[in-house]
């Protein structure tokens, strides 16, 4: 599977982004799709995670009520939609796709060698 992430760049802090994720297959049905980041110096960190079938989503607890994921499977993309960003928010954004059994997804679903198939990565950058 190809992924292309797009939409990172630069806000000030309190801000919004908008990330979109578009996947090569020909249907997302089946597919966990996830996004990770990652600054220098520290591993890959899960941020959220959507299950194309039925939309289930999960969140790291350091986005959560900030952040939100969301499938159009017709498109075949994953949207990030990020508000009230925060300058610890700045990192390599990369989005993830694995085919995961539901009822693997909320335990697996943070652990970056659970995926097959990465985006390219791209930057989101947060000033104070």
């Known amino acids: 599977v190809q992924l292309v992430e797009s939409g990172g760049g630069s806000v000030q802090a309190g801000g919004s982004l908008r990330l979109s994720c578009r996947a090569n297959v020909f249907t997302l049905d089946g597919y966990a799709i996830t996004w990770f980041r990652q600054v220098p110096g520290k591993p890959r960190e899960a941020v959220s995670c959507v299950m194309a079938r039925d939309g289930t989503t999960y969140y790291a607890d350091s986005v959560k009520g900030r952040f939100t994921i969301s499938s159009d499977n017709a498109e075949h993309t994953v949207h990030l939609q990020m508000d009230n960003l925060k300058p610890e928010d700045t990192a390599v954004y990369y989005c993830?796709?694995?085919?995961?059994?539901?009822?693997?997804?909320?335990?697996?679903?943070?652990?970056?060698?659970?995926?097959?198939?990465w985006g390219q990565g791209i930057q989101v950058t947060v000033s104070s």
């Open positions: 993830a796709a694995e085919r995961i059994p539901p009822q693997l997804a909320g335990t697996y679903w943070t652990s970056a060698p659970t995926y097959g198939s």
